[in-house]
């Protein structure tokens, strides 16, 4: 699985007492919290060792290890507590990182090679972060939070990781941890936040975060999205929004920041079996509390329509030319009825240009049978913009204003 580019862009503050105020030389409560976590981890290693790997990724969890991993979870919380207890308000990230994998990234155990199954603990990968939101790509906010510092560890698990991520913000006196991500009651595999993980602080200083689910076989994964806002006075962290969606994990991912929310771009599944795949597009404006997908949500026409006829019917009339939409969706809804009745999938044929305006195009589609009674042709007509596209029309009959060349030529270009 290639590497997550994670668009995590951090500002280091830096100032002549930089070397004076970063981490205290020597952190004792720190280090005592380190040697629990690595007890911890040793422990985790000790229950896992006879834990089978099942077939495409259903690897359950027997109890014992369900709650050792748990345990090294909040180990693990407890000794980066710790060790931010250690730091001043300048806090030196470069240190902090060496500090922290000085102390935890050791290896607790070294057990003997088992002939049923991986050994669930082995590595940690840790990375510490101090985040600026107007300096990640977003537009300066007159609501814009201080920084955090975000510490993401990732534990060895069969066939990927389980990740959990820490945040802290300077409340005047010390670092106040603020947010807290991570899996609960992991009694599969599938239940670890796996790569690829993305971490993108924003503009009102909210956190959004990606991970993916880990898996021992097939290359369809799903990924989840979240939008925490992070403690701040008495009230705690809040889950602004959750979100799900299918891609293919042997491709890259991305996951960055935008002028006013993020964007992930994956691989994911066409409709059109024969295609197999394309590139999804999620952008999202975050506006406060409120999250909303926006546009662009393809590369092109017809990978638009792809994601029309995918996404909720709410999202799909947004996405429509308001005199049309009713109709199109409507029309939508039975073409849709019709495969899942039938069992079938789509097919999309050529698109064309349309004479009436220089940005508008006609997608084909039918749904893919042998049995002509049951194609159901359909007609897309959408219109180009800045940042995506508008569906015009979608009907059963061709519109007679697009009759131009096919601008795709065959089905993958």
């Not at 699985?1 to 004792?28: D, E, K, T, W």
């Not at 491709?251 to 771009?265: H, L, Q, V």
């Not at 997608?363 to 913009?385: C, G």
């Amino acid at each position: 699985m290639r590497p997550i580019r994670v668009a995590l862009l951090s500002a280091c503050i830096l100032s002549a007492f930089a070397a004076q105020a970063s981490l205290a030389a020597g952190c004792p409560a720190a280090d005592a919290a380190a040697r629990a976590a690595l007890a911890a981890q040793q422990k985790v290693q000790q229950d896992s060792t006879s834990i089978p790997i099942g077939e495409e990724g259903d690897t359950d969890l027997s109890v014992p290890l369900q709650k050792s991993l748990h345990n090294f979870k909040q180990a693990l919380a407890d000794a980066v507590e710790a060790r931010m207890a250690c730091a001043g308000q300048s806090v030196d990230i470069t240190a902090l990182n060496r500090d922290l994998s000085a102390t935890l990234q050791r290896k607790a155990v070294t057990p003997a090679a088992s002939a049923k199954g991986p050994t669930y603990g082995n590595g940690l990968d840790i990375d510490a972060q101090l985040t600026d939101a107007t300096s990640a790509g977003a537009a300066p906010s007159a609501n814009a939070a201080a920084p955090l510092v975000l510490v993401r560890s990732g534990i060895g698990i069969a066939c990927g990781t389980d990740n959990v991520v820490l945040g802290y913000r300077w409340d005047g006196a010390h670092w106040k941890r603020v947010l807290r991500w991570q899996s609960e009651n992991v009694k599969n595999i599938a239940d670890a936040y796996g790569f690829p993980i993305g971490i993108v602080p924003l503009h009102d200083g909210q956190v959004a975060l990606l991970r993916g689910t880990p898996q021992c076989a097939s290359r369809w994964g799903q990924v989840a999205i979240d939008v925490i806002a992070p403690a701040q006075g008495a009230a705690g962290q809040r889950s602004l929004f959750h979100t799900g969606h299918g891609y293919i994990n042997e491709e890259e991912t991305s996951f960055k920041p935008t002028a006013d929310g993020f964007e992930m771009r994956a691989h994911v599944a066409s409709l059109d079996t024969d295609l197999m795949e394309r590139v999804g597009i999620l952008r999202y404006r975050v506006a406060g509390d409120q999250v909303t997908r926006i546009q662009p949500a393809a590369n092109n026409g017809r990978d638009f329509v792809d994601e029309w006829l995918q996404v909720d019917e709410p999202l799909a009339h947004a996405w429509s030319d308001p005199g049309a939409a009713t109709q199109a969706v409507a029309e939508r809804a039975r073409l849709l009825a019709t495969a899942k009745k039938e069992s079938l999938g789509v097919s999309y044929g050529a698109v064309r240009s349309c004479s009436d305006h220089a940005a508008r195009y006609q997608v084909e589609l039918e749904l893919a049978t042998d049995t002509p009674a049951k194609a159901a042709p359909h007609f897309a007509v959408i219109q180009q913009a800045r940042n995506g596209f508008t569906l015009m029309a979608f009907n059963p009959a061709a519109d007679p204003q697009c009759r131009g060349a096919d601008l795709m030529g065959s089905k993958g270009k």
